[in-house]
């Protein structure tokens, strides 16, 4: 056993301590893990899978987010509730625009990550399965 004398033999150790117990202990078990996936074709899954959650680099839009929330049912055509509605369409479209356009400290990803949580807009065919099995209303808070 040998005493540490700075902070460099400190990460020294560090790294060979992990490197060990990473290439030494988990190697089989990931080796066995890797090939009962590809045994069971389950590889050809995950390589699908990752380029459509993890690969996808399609930059986000203002048209992105409109389309993500886009209002399915407005109220009657020429009451003071539809106007409201409209009104208040027209300022999140400009909203969006403004962000999208870097006139805002904010980025369109912030805006998505706040309303949902998500960094990048979902695989489409998630997209469409939201749009099909959800309805957003059209209260604008007003009841």
Known sequence: MRFLTNLSQR????AAVLHQYCD???????QQFREGFHI?????????????????TTPLEAEDIRRAFRVSTLSVEG???RRMEARTIGFWKDWLQTVEGG???LSLGDVLQFATGLQQMPYE?????????LSWGA?????
């Open 125 to 133: 065919k998630f997209q469409e399965a939201m749009e099909n099995g």
């Open 103 to 105: 006139e805002r400290p």
């Open 79 to 81: 009451s003071n509730r």
């Open 40 to 56: 069971c074709g389950a590889n050809k899954v995950l390589i699908a899978l990752r380029q459509v959650f993890i690969e996808d």
């Open 24 to 30: 030494g202990r988990l190697f089989e078990a990931l």
């Open 11 to 14: 990460d020294e150790l560090l």
């Open 139 to 143: 209260t604008f808070g007003l009841g």
